[in-house]
């Protein structure tokens, strides 16, 4: 079983800017594919970013020179750096990892909430 715990949530006016964290256990994890996903209020979750074990990094259209993904694999730790923050970009946002062997794992998410 792989945990993951996010963190960095909040609310911030447009414009501004968020960092998240997402901690995780239960594995190797340079060798765990990570990414970003994220749940807007009345829509399904949708893709945020993401970057392989073999550090290939994918971003949504709407994360493209905004977002910025990365992460330290000596913290076991993935990062979402999200500037210039709009309304529509509220959302709950879930880390998942894949696993090779054992499949997929979401974390339990954090908050993001752009508002004046």
């Known amino acids: 079983q792989v945990q993951l715990v996010e963190s960095g949530g909040g609310l911030v006016q447009p414009g501004g800017s968020l960092r998240l964290s997402c901690a995780a256990s239960?594995?190797?994890?340079?060798?765990?594919?990570m990414g970003w996903f994220r749940r807007a209020p009345g829509k399904q979750r949708e893709f945020v970013a993401s970057?392989?074990?073999?550090?290939?990094?994918n971003y949504a259209d709407s994360s493209k020179g905004r977002f910025t993904i990365s992460r330290d694999n000596a913290k076991s730790t993935l990062y979402l750096q999200m500037d210039n923050l709009k309304p529509e970009d509220t959302a709950v946002y879930y880390c998942?990892?894949?696993?090779?062997?054992?499949?997929?794992?979401w974390g339990q998410g954090t908050q993001v909430t752009v508002s004046s």
């Open positions: 998942h990892a894949e696993d090779v062997t054992r499949g997929g794992f």
């Open positions: 970057m392989s074990s073999g550090l290939r990094i």
């Open positions: 239960g594995s190797i994890f340079s060798r765990l594919a």
